[in-house]
């Protein structure tokens, strides 16, 4: 699967309880039995603005020039995890999103990547927990996100241009959100050839902000 973050993408106060539920009710989210669901606040042509409750991951974090060096070693720690690398030998359903947090930093600047897998219902109040001591169990709080959706393969490039045009329509519309890092979001296997669904989320920081970019600003 593809990939979820570290966390300090999220850093509100946590309130709520997970929302982890049937994947039946996102239609984007079809290869695994459970997903992380949300209530849709509003939608522009630019961008969706997402409620998410509060919801435990198991993450890694992993140093590296470029996310495409750095995930596949975070995405094995994690599986392993999930296949009985913990302390009661348990294994565990796959679920999606996965999430990465992606530092902002040069091309030629090493930084830290944190992938997540989101936990499934059944083990959202009691994870087991990791024997790997690079893996770590995690929260996400109550949060407000500002999504952009896009297809095709989740690479260095896609996610950064994408998370650019993402971050300049925020701030042609004077929207506050949490910036140093985003998040690279993807619901399909690796073995999916087409349709395939990513995503960029910046966590909002103050009530968030519907609005459509002016004409002069689209031009």
């Known amino acids: 699967m593809i990939f979820?973050?570290?966390?300090?993408?999220?850093?509100?106060v946590l309130t709520a309880e997970a929302r982890v539920g049937n994947s039946s009710e996102l239609s984007f989210c079809t290869e695994t039995p459970e997903c992380l669901l949300f209530d849709l606040?509003?939608?522009?042509?630019?961008?969706e603005v997402r409620h998410y409750d509060s919801v435990k991951w198991?993450?890694?974090?992993?140093k590296s020039f470029f996310m495409e060096m750095a995930l596949p070693v975070a995405f094995n720690r994690l599986f392993k995890?999930?296949?009985?690398?913990?302390?009661?030998?348990?294994?565990i359903q796959m679920t999606s999103p996965v999430v990465v947090k992606i530092p902002d930093k040069r091309f030629w600047q090493m930084g830290i990547y944190t992938m997540s897998f989101?936990?499934?219902t059944e083990h959202q109040e009691n994870p087991p927990k990791p024997t790997n001591p690079d893996v770590y169990i995690t929260d996400t709080p109550d949060m407000k996100v500002y999504a952009y959706s896009y297809g095709g393969w989740?690479?260095?490039?896609?996610?950064?241009?994408?998370?650019n045009y993402l971050s300049?329509?925020?701030?042609?519309?004077?929207?506050?959100?949490?910036?140093?890092?985003?998040?690279a979001v993807g619901y399909n296997s690796p073995m999916r050839m087409f349709n395939r669904h990513n995503e960029v989320?910046?966590?909002?920081?103050?009530?968030?902000?519907?609005e459509e970019k002016s004409s002069e600003e689209t031009d």
């Open 81 to 91: 995890y999930i296949s009985g690398e913990n302390q009661m030998g348990k294994k």
């Open 118 to 120: 989101l936990l499934p």
């Open 201 to 210: 989320w910046f966590v909002a920081e103050d009530e968030p902000v519907c």
């Open 41 to 47: 606040i509003c939608k522009t042509k630019d961008y």
């Open 168 to 183: 300049k329509t925020l701030d042609s519309v004077k929207a506050k959100y949490k910036k140093g890092s985003h998040c």
């Open 58 to 62: 198991v993450s890694t974090d992993e």
């Open 4 to 12: 979820v973050s570290g966390l300090v993408c999220f850093l509100l």
């Open 154 to 163: 989740m690479t260095t490039f896609s996610d950064s241009s994408n998370a």
